[in-house]
C-alpha cells in the first residue's frame, strides 16, 4: 500500500513565523502535489512536482514556496505565514504523469494566529 | 476552462434513498477520476473512467461516463451512513495534476 505522511497534524503558528510542512511518500512515486482545503472552495493546488528539483506552480502559489531535494520528500513552505493561510493542507502523490491516480496524506490543519 | 462544475453542492438523504452527484465539463475529458472523503480525513480514490459511454460498478455504487466525455455521475443506491462524506471529481491535467470539481457533501439520517 502506498502511505503518504505528513510532519504534523495539527499546526499553530503566529503571524510571520516561517512555517514549513514536511511530506514523505514511501511508494517511489514521480509526481508530488500540495494542496489546501477551504470550506466551500473544495481542493486548491499549490504547487506540484514531478521530479527531483523540478517545481510546478498551481492556482495558488502566492504566499508558498515548495522544495523537492528528494524523489521521497516534498515540503511547503510558508516564507511569512499570515492569517489567510490558516487551512487544511493535503500533500498527495501519483507514479507518474500518466497514472493520475493520486494518494493523499493525512493533512495538516495550520492555524496562524 | 479547465474546470469541472460538480452538483448538487449539498445533498441530505435519508438512509435507504439514492443519492446521485453530478460532473460537468465543458470540454471533453480524456479520463474523470471520483474520489470520497470522510469527515476528518482525506481523499480516497475511488474510480477512474477513460472510455466514452464507460459504467462501472463498485457494489451500490455506479460511476458512469457521458458519451460525449463531457459530463461523469456517481449514483448510490440505498445509502447507508457509511456512505456519509464529501465525493469530488476530477479531470486531469496535462502535467499529471488533477482540477478537481468542488465536491458533493453527502449526509444520511438513519
Known amino acids: 500500500d502506498v502511505k503518504v505522511t505528513q510532519s504534523s497534524r495539527y499546526l499553530v503558528k503566529r503571524t510571520g513565523e516561517k512555517v514549513f510542512l514536511e511530506c514523505v511518500q514511501d511508494?517511489?512515486?514521480?509526481?508530488m502535489f500540495w494542496y489546501r482545503q477551504d470550506p466551500g472552495l473544495g481542493l486548491r493546488l499549490i504547487y506540484f512536482?514531478?521530479?527531483?528539483?523540478?517545481?510546478e506552480k498551481g492556482d495558488i502559489p502566492e504566499g508558498y514556496s515548495v522544495s523537492r531535494e528528494k524523489k521521497e520528500r516534498f515540503s511547503l513552505i510558508l516564507e511569512s505565514a499570515s492569517t489567510n493561510q490558516t487551512s487544511m493542507y493535503l500533500c498527495?502523490?501519483?507514479?507518474?504523469?500518466?497514472?493520475?491516480?493520486?494518494?493523499f496524506g493525512p493533512g495538516t490543519r495550520l492555524t496562524v494566529t | 476552462g479547465q474546470q469541472v462544475m460538480q452538483i448538487p453542492q449539498y445533498q441530505h438523504v435519508q438512509e435507504g434513498e439514492d443519492f446521485t452527484t453530478y460532473c460537468n465539463s465543458s470540454?471533453?475529458?480524456?479520463?474523470i477520476q471520483w474520489y470520497k472523503q470522510r469527515p476528518g480525513g482525506h481523499p480516497v480514490f475511488l474510480i477512474q473512467l477513460v472510455k466514452s459511454g464507460e459504467v462501472k460498478k463498485q457494489k451500490r455504487l455506479t460511476f458512469q461516463f457521458g458519451e460525449a466525455k463531457k459530463n461523469s455521475s456517481l449514483h448510490i443506491t440505498a445509502t447507508q451512513t457509511t456512505d456519509v462524506g464529501t465525493y469530488f471529481c476530477a479531470r486531469g491535467g496535462s502535467q499529471g495534476n488533477l482540477i478537481f470539481g468542488k465536491g458533493t457533501k453527502l449526509s444520511v439520517k438513519p
Open positions: 512536482s514531478y521530479d527531483v528539483k523540478m517545481k
Open positions: 511508494m517511489d512515486h514521480e509526481n
Open positions: 498527495a502523490s501519483s507514479l507518474n504523469q500518466v497514472a493520475h491516480e493520486q494518494y
Open positions: 470540454t471533453t475529458l480524456s479520463n
